[in-house]
């Protein structure tokens, strides 16, 4: 699946959302640790990437040619501020139809827009790929991401008080939430 499109960022500034590719493995990589260091709200800490350059080669490698996932990079200045993408949740028949969206933004572009087009690329490209549902978990405590799921039509469906434990042992409760495509 391919994406390609520029933005105007709410401070004037351009950004190319494009698919994130295996020669993009070390700009990903510095982006990733930085991002996953800079909020709790996120799935994983930055020394739990499990990746190496060679290994976020590959990676972004097979998702740039897979038909039915993609992850998407917001490019400014020359450098990736943000990332997001889709992934087929399981391919049995009976869950085919459900993707599961991921995102994050680093905190020198939190409010520009970015997280909004990032968002609506990765739900065309879910529409593109035929999925009939995506699926986020949020931090409850996250409200902008939240506010900004809703904006895009998707709906709460549940709750799990015990979602995440962060390494301090506080409990962050996740809300569940997908969107019918």
Same mark, same amino acid.
């Given at each position: 699946m391919l994406y390609h499109k520029t933005v105007e960022l709410k401070n004037g500034k351009e950004c190319l959302l494009r698919n994130a590719e295996g020669t993009d493995a070390?700009?990903?990589?510095?982006?990733?640790i930085k991002a996953h260091?800079?909020?709790?709200?996120?799935?994983? +800490?930055?020394?739990?990437?499990?990746?190496? /350059?060679?290994?976020?080669?590959? $990676?972004?490698?097979s998702t740039a040619q897979s038909d039915g996932g993609i992850e998407i990079v917001a490019i400014v200045d020359g450098k990736i501020g943000g990332s997001a993408g889709i992934n087929i949740l399981n391919p049995r028949d009976k869950t085919k139809h459900r993707a599961e969206?991921?995102?994050?933004?680093?905190?020198?572009?939190? #409010? /520009?827009?970015?997280?909004?087009?990032l968002t609506?690329?990765?739900?065309?490209?879910? $529409?593109?790929? !035929? +999925? /009939?549902?995506?699926?986020?978990? @949020?931090?409850?405590d996250?409200?902008?991401?939240?506010?900004?799921?809703?904006?895009?039509?998707?709906?709460? +469906? !549940?709750?799990?008080?015990? #979602?995440?434990r962060?390494? @301090?042992?506080?409990?962050?409760? /996740? @809300?569940l939430m997908r969107l019918e495509l």
């Open positions: 070390e700009g990903f990589l510095e982006y990733f260091g800079e909020t709790d709200y996120l799935t994983t +800490y930055p020394d739990e990437t499990g990746n190496d /350059l060679g290994r976020m080669s590959e $990676r972004l490698s969206f991921g995102i994050s933004v680093l905190k020198d572009y939190w #409010g /520009l827009g970015i997280g909004n087009a609506a690329a990765c739900i065309e490209c879910a $529409r593109a790929a !035929g +999925y /009939l549902q995506l699926e986020l978990d @949020v931090v409850s996250n409200e902008s991401a939240v506010k900004l799921y809703m904006k895009h039509g998707f709906i709460e +469906y !549940g709750r799990n008080p015990r #979602g995440f962060n390494r @301090v042992g506080k409990w962050q409760e /996740l @809300v």
